[in-house]
């Protein structure tokens, strides 16, 4: 393991811990948008049940899903380049290993949001059940 022979980086090694938080930093803009998407989703989702519409809202509902599934995904790759780059760059490790925990609860926050949105009790308009 690089990170473990102590003194000075080679430039291959510091660039490589560049390149990986440069992924990573765009990794979370990635997963970002996507959290907005299935929050903008979410909410045209509530103005549908809102308005009665249940077809538009379970079409959202599963536009959400899909948006917080792909949030998720990006915030675990995310955290992968931190921790790849903190196993090389040991002056920065706590930084990158505070960054890879950062991106693990968000990605576990988009997880739980996707599993909750799943499995919400479906509506009942006038004896019509979704």
């Known amino acids: 393991m690089l990170a473990s022979l102590g003194g000075s980086r080679s430039k291959p090694e510091l660039r490589l811990v560049c390149g990986l938080e440069k992924e990573a930093v765009g990794l979370l803009t990635n997963a970002t ?3 907005d998407n299935a929050q903008a989703a979410y909410s045209v989702m509530a103005e549908a049940d809102a308005r009665r519409e249940p077809t538009l809202g ?3 509902q599963a536009i959400a899903l ?5 949030a998720a ?5 995310a955290e992968i380049k931190f921790l790849e ?8 490790s706590a930084k990158l290993a505070e ?3 950062s991106a693990a609860a968000r990605a576990e926050r988009a997880e739980r949001e996707g599993r909750t949105l799943g499995s919400r009790t479906e509506v009942n308009y006038g004896g019509n059940s979704r």
């Open 33 to 35: 948008e996507e959290w």
């Open 58 to 60: 379970l079409d959202f």
């Open 73 to 77: 995904q990006y915030f675990r790759k």
């Open 85 to 92: 780059a903190g196993k090389i760059q040991t002056r920065k």
């Open 66 to 70: 899909w948006h917080f599934a792909r």
């Open 99 to 101: 960054s890879a925990k």
